[in-house]
Nanobody
């Protein structure tokens, strides 16, 4: 059974940084694409970043480009999201997702496995 568990969320001041980590268990992920999504209260779940299998390609939502970095460590079976220069509008529950395909997508329907989410709150 594949499980994804996010960690690293919390409260941070505007301009601060956080590193989210997604630990995968149940099977190897080297041939899987990984993604991060977020959902703010009253809003739809939205794409944040994705990384293809083997880390060949990375894609970011426009508002996080230059501030967020997605990475993966297939040996440790983790996928991380380094977030910097955080803004109040980044406040949301952040979800890790895995797709059993090589190519990552921005469409949440392209991911078959999801974590429970971790809360990120950016406030002074």
């Amino acid at each position: 059974q594949v499980q994804l568990v996010e960690s690293g969320g919390g409260l941070v001041q505007p301009g601060g940084s956080l590193r989210l980590s997604c630990a995968v268990s149940g099977r190897t992920i080297s041939n899987w694409a990984m993604g991060w999504f977020r959902q703010a209260p009253g809003k739809e779940r939205e794409f944040v970043a994705s990384i293809s299998a083997r880390g060949l390609f990375r894609t970011y939502e426009d508002s996080v480009k230059g501030r967020f970095t997605i990475s993966r460590d297939d040996a440790k079976m983790t996928a991380d999201l380094q977030m910097a220069s955080l803004k109040p509008e980044d406040t949301a529950v952040y979800y890790c997702a895995a797709s059993d395909g090589w190519v990552a997508t921005m469409d949440p329907n392209g991911y078959g496995y999801w974590g429970q989410g971790t809360q990120v709150t950016v406030a002074s």
